[in-house]
């Protein structure tokens, strides 16, 4: 089966062959067949196809590519955030209320919230979507997170070290070994990525360097949550192990600006964390300056910040964060694949994944334009149409 899209205002395509570019065509047409991008061109050029969709117009993107989310979850912290607006300082502590709530909940009810929140980001033209465990703690609880992320998401990560539970507060070490242990081993078939927070109130870098060498050795690449809370040293050990991102980088010395535009490391900014917290946005515009490859990502969780949409990160990133709409908009795709290391997705190739994400608007600086607005008309992943809710 093979759709052709006619009639585009807009095609970005991201076309790798263009360097960092959205690499944008006009008056386009694009053929989707067998779950791949199989033509792009002028539209008046388009070859026949067993379906035909009218873009009208309307600009075309490839979809997002939300490359950080900790989706596995029951439960809602909504009097935190309220907590938070009326001057309550944000600290890792809170995961600890979602670690009980999910430990207590169902295999059911854990895949039918990750459901719903993979559905919703599709409906906003996300098709790529990474997800973290992190909210059990335990082994089981570890391996049960990863074995439901496996089944709906794109992309797993273990983050067994996202804070050191309850029962371990007097005996942490003890905690660390058990993360690049027995519970590595039981998630590592589940997942690709291995992830640790290292951050004050949660795990330093001796702690975080012990669980993700372990997990390198257990053939998971390792990521990072870094320099979200302070300035550490998780931005510099990321590159040091080529992590595939370094995460949040809120808080930055020159010494991390130049040791991520040095290497392959992506730095993966989460505005909806900096919004929903009110700590300082990450310095945007300085990295990308020192020449820093940038991705932008929700960080959808029930603490921190509680928004699936890619759309709205856009528009804080270059309205707060000093990013034009085209670097934003390539962050939130191509630049989502980078952190991935992925090359099938975030860009519209002859060759991709038919991840097609159309607008209704006619150019993707309405992202950033209209915030708040829903401007998502219709979305293709792995070549088939997303519908809508009914």
Not at 102 to 110: E, F, I, K, Q, V
Request: proline share 5%; with cysteine.
């Amino acid at each position: 089966m093979s759709t052709v899209i006619r009639n585009i205002g807009e095609l970005v395509t991201n076309d790798p062959g263009a360097g960092d570019g959205l690499a944008v065509v006009r008056d386009a047409a694009l053929v989707i067949e067998d779950g791949a991008v199989a033509w792009t061109g002028p539209s008046t050029r388009a070859p026949a196809a067993d379906e035909s969709f009218d873009a009208a117009g309307r600009a075309v993107l490839p979809g997002f590519v939300d490359s950080h989310a900790h989706l596995v979850f029951a439960g809602e912290r909504a009097e935190e955030f309220a907590a938070r607006m009326s001057g309550r300082k944000y600290a890792a502590g809170g995961i600890r209320t979602t670690v009980a709530r999910t430990r207590a909940a169902s295999d059911d009810d854990l895949r039918a919230n990750l459901r719903r929140l993979v559905g919703e980001m599709a409906r906003q033209g996300t098709t790529t979507v990474e997800c973290k465990s992190g909210y059990g703690l335990t082994v089981e609880q570890e391996e049960r997170a990863v074995r439901i992320a496996a089944e709906v998401a794109d992309e797993v990560t273990y983050l067994g070290a996202h804070v050191v539970p309850a029962e371990y507060k007097h005996d942490p070490a003890s905690y660390v070994r058990l993360a690049a242990t027995e519970m590595l081993s039981a998630c590592a078939p589940h997942a690709r990525w291995v992830d640790v927070f290292c951050e004050e109130g949660a795990f330093d870098a001796g702690e975080a360097r012990e669980v993700l060498e372990a997990g390198m050795k257990a053939g998971l690449s390792p990521r990072l949550h870094a320099n979200q809370l302070t300035q550490g040293p998780a931005v510099q050990l990321a590159v040091e192990l080529d992590a595939a991102s370094a995460d949040h980088c809120t808080f930055l010395s020159d010494a991390d600006v130049d040791a991520l535009a040095s290497s392959q490391t992506v730095a993966t900014l989460l505005p909806g964390v900096e919004f929903s917290t009110r700590q300082p946005y990450p310095a945007a515009r300085r990295l990308l300056d020192a020449g820093a490859t940038v991705a932008l990502a929700t960080d959808c969780n029930p603490g921190s910040c509680y928004s699936s949409s890619m759309a709205f990160c856009i528009a804080v990133a270059v309205r707060d964060m000093h990013m034009t709409p085209a670097e934003a908009v390539w962050s939130a795709t191509a630049g989502g694949a980078r952190a991935l290391r992925r090359t099938d997705v975030g860009h519209l190739g002859v060759g991709a994944r038919a991840d097609v994400h159309v607008l209704d608007a006619p150019s993707h600086i309405h992202l950033a334009y209209r915030p708040g607005v829903p401007q998502t008309a219709a979305v293709w992943k792995h070549g088939r149409r997303v519908e809508p809710p009914q």
